[in-house]
């Protein structure tokens, strides 16, 4: 076992302690941290939850459900940070500075037109990318996305990553070397699928334009 593996498996055990100790407002408390702006892993989060699931000690559907409602938490936390208080900001650093970033308000209203169009499709993909799931709540708030779709999308992108952390504990318990690797792939597999999923959406999209192109002709 690499020192990494061991210095993991030492907040594993650490987490795992913690987790059992706040139970199910633990996982909600440090879900809803890890879907906000603070950078925080849910892997040490839910990997040690699954395990405590294996050992009986907790129930797998209310992990998932309390991993998903913080995870929405923290979302909403950023979006409505966003839509209060970076709008203000972001437009008035645009007016002072936007020239020498290469931002303008004309920019800014075509992220607004993405979002209103493509929001759904972006924070759903989004909530499975590694980085990123943290941070599409931001320019969602910022460009005023439906809240209840954001919500929708959200949960959904959310539980299936939370699915699959609480899997990894329940059937490898803590061996992460063993954990590591399937991480590793299961997030590949997931960046691709988001890929797939966004290339279906861009054809099926074009497809309904060149259709209603045809028939308006």
């Known amino acids: ?11 594993i055990n650490l987490f795992i302690s913690f987790v059992g100790t706040l ?3 633990g996982i909600f408390i440090l879900m809803a941290i890890e879907s906000s702006f603070i950078p925080f892993p849910s892997e040490v989060v839910l990997i040690p939850a699954g395990v405590l699931v294996q050992q009986g000690k907790m129930n797998f559907f209310l992990v998932l459900f309390m991993g998903i409602l913080g995870s929405l938490t923290g979302a909403l936390f950023n979006y409505y940070l966003a839509l209060h208080l970076g709008r203000k900001t972001v437009n008035s650093l645009i007016k002072k500075y936007g020239k020498i970033f290469l931002i303008d308000e004309i920019k800014l209203i075509k992220n ?4 209103e169009k493509h929001g759904p499709i972006a924070t759903f993909v989004g909530r499975l990318i590694p980085v990123i799931r943290q941070l599409i709540s931001l320019p969602a708030g910022f460009s005023r996305m439906n809240l209840f779709k954001f919500s929708l999308y959200t949960c959904l992108g959310a539980g299936i990553w939370s ?7 329940y059937l490898y318990g803590d061996n992460m070397e063993v954990i590591n690797k399937n991480l590793d792939v299961i997030t590949l597999v997931l960046i691709f699928l988001s890929l797939l999923i966004v290339l279906i959406y861009v054809m099926k999209k074009r497809k309904r334009y060149f259709n209603k192109e045809a028939t308006s002709v």
Do not use: R
């Open 1 to 11: 076992m690499t020192v990494i593996t061991e210095f993991t498996q030492g907040i």
């Open 23 to 25: 139970d199910y407002l």
């Open 112 to 115: 607004d037109h993405f979002f």
């Open 163 to 169: 699915f699959i952390l609480i899997a990894l504990g």
